[in-house]
């Protein structure tokens, strides 16, 4: 009778990487005025490239969730502290949506007082997410203005100007808040990450990026959800 082979790597009980890939070393903790919520697709979860983990670590008022469908009573919960919700998305117009609420620049003023609502998932996938949620269509889209280069070289780009999630949540952050060299250092801990990941995959290719953060531009993929 065969007997399953037992993985003996030992893991980092933080990150819950195998100890030799442990990405501990790069949280770099930042306690950033605009709430994070961060809804991860469950093909990230176990994704060694994906940059998610890495962010919601670091961001000192975040919260991750895992799922691909979020119901409204589920999402009602999480959101139900006061603040003015935006989702970081571009524009679409797939049919049989809720149409978004329409930006309020003035909410907007105090950057303390909005949660910023991020999909962590390949951009089919993140499409995939708001076909399932009314509620997620239904709120204010917030799209990023002057998009810096991705430094996610890791992962495949299939549109000019998608960055990985930890980089559009911190341009989307410095958007909000007037500038960005407060959130340079998780950056540049990103940078140290992408690094260690690359050093690690020279004899794979690229792998789809997790594309949530198009800039504010009509680009997107054909087709409906």
């Known amino acids: 009778m065969g007997h399953t082979p037992v993985s003996k790597r030992r893991l980092c009980p933080h990150c819950a990487r195998p100890?030799?890939?442990?990405?501990?070393?790069?949280?770099?903790?930042?306690?950033?005025?605009?709430?994070?919520?961060?809804?991860?697709?469950?093909?990230?979860?176990?994704?060694?490239?994906?940059?998610?983990?890495?962010?919601?670590?670091?961001?000192?008022?975040?919260?991750?969730?895992?799922?691909?469908?979020?119901?409204?009573?589920?999402?009602?919960?999480?959101?139900?502290?006061?603040?003015?919700?935006?989702?970081?998305?571009?524009?679409?117009d797939y049919a049989g949506h809720a149409a978004p609420a329409a930006l309020d620049a003035v909410q907007l003023a105090d950057p303390s007082a909005v949660r910023l609502v991020v999909l962590d998932a390949t951009w089919r996938k993140s499409r995939k997410m708001l076909h399932l949620s009314p509620l997620l269509q239904g709120l204010p889209r917030l799209t990023l203005h002057d998009t810096p280069a991705s430094l996610y070289g890791i992962r495949k780009a299939h549109q000019p100007g998608q960055l990985s999630t930890l980089e559009a949540t911190c341009a989307a952050l410095a958007q909000l808040q007037g500038g960005a060299m407060v959130y340079a250092p998780l950056l540049q801990a990103f940078q140290g990450f992408v690094a260690q990941q690359a050093s690690y995959a020279q004899d794979h290719g690229p792998v789809p990026l997790s594309e949530v953060a198009l800039p504010g531009t009509p680009c997107r993929p054909q087709g409906g959800p």
């Open 19 to 92: 100890l030799s890939s442990c990405i501990c070393r790069w949280v770099t903790p930042l306690a950033q005025p605009t709430a994070v919520l961060i809804l991860q697709h469950p093909l990230e979860v176990q994704h060694a490239k994906n940059s998610a983990g890495l962010l919601h670590r670091c961001l000192t008022h975040s919260r991750l969730l895992v799922g691909e469908r979020f119901d409204a009573q589920t999402l009602q919960a999480v959101l139900q502290e006061p603040k003015y919700t935006v989702l970081l998305y571009p524009p679409t």
